[in-house]
């Protein structure tokens, strides 16, 4: 398909680590994002990774690429009830001549 | 700086009615989108903007215009409401340093109901 895939809702406890997928269609893509958005409040970029990059960590964040099966993670460590919020995961796609390609975005809610 | 302002943060409009958003970047960006979102769907572009007097349609451009006289203002139409335009608003903008590719700065929305 032509779209960007996510799983609409995640639920962890507190503490525990979360992940979140996402598949992506463009094998040319050169950038691939992830955004935060908390509630009434628009995104806000979370971390990016460079499709040469295999994997990028960044404090609690980790994100891993495999670009052969174009599949893209985001792990939260310790996960906290800070961090409920939707997760987007976004695409570059055409050689960046076209916008971004968001995905549906996944619900994380986190039990305390 | 402000980043990404809109005005209204909410609005009500009736059936028909007409309305303009206002979207305006403070970063001297070259690129700026429109953007609604709606529970399940995610985030559809309307339209989206490479530069000053230069507009293009994205996914969802029916029932929308939009205009970009100034490089910091992007501006998006409503002429005929239709309780199918119910939907959260976003603004973003973006610099043009890898085309299109790159980080989107994102406004904090507005919330428009179409009775």
């Known amino acids: 398909g032509e779209d960007v895939e996510q799983s609409l809702f995640l639920s962890v406890r507190e503490g525990d680590s979360s992940v979140i997928n996402c598949t992506y269609t463009?094998?040319?893509?050169?950038?691939l994002y992830w955004y935060k958005q908390e509630p009434g409040a628009g995104l806000q970029l979370l971390t990016y990774i460079f499709s040469n990059m295999d994997m990028k960590q960044d404090q609690r964040l980790t994100v891993l690429l495999n670009k052969k099966d174009k599949h893209l993670s985001l792990r939260i460590a310790d996960t906290q009830t800070g961090d409920s919020a939707i997760y987007f995961c976004a695409e570059s796609r055409n050689s960046g001549n076209t916008p971004l390609v968001f995905g549906k975005g996944t619900r994380l809610s986190v039990i305390a | 700086n402000a980043g990404v302002t809109q005005t209204p943060k909410f609005r009500v409009l009736k059936t028909g009615q007409s309305m303009t958003l206002l979207c305006a970047q403070d970063m001297n960006h070259e690129y700026m989108y429109w953007y609604r979102q709606d529970p399940g769907m995610g985030l559809r572009l309307i339209h989206y903007?490479?530069?000053?007097?230069?507009?293009a349609k994205g996914e969802v451009p029916d029932g929308y215009n939009v205009s970009r006289l100034k490089k910091q203002n992007f501006l998006l139409g409503l002429e005929s409401a239709a309780p199918s335009q119910t939907s959260v608003y976003f603004c973003?903008?973006?610099?043009?340093?890898?085309?299109?590719?790159?980080?989107?700065?994102f406004g904090p929305g507005t919330r428009l109901t179409v009775l």
């Open positions: 903007s490479v530069g000053e007097g230069t507009t």
């Open positions: 463009d094998s040319s893509s050169t950038y």
């Open positions: 973003a903008s973006s610099p043009p340093l890898a085309g299109l590719s790159v980080e989107q700065f």
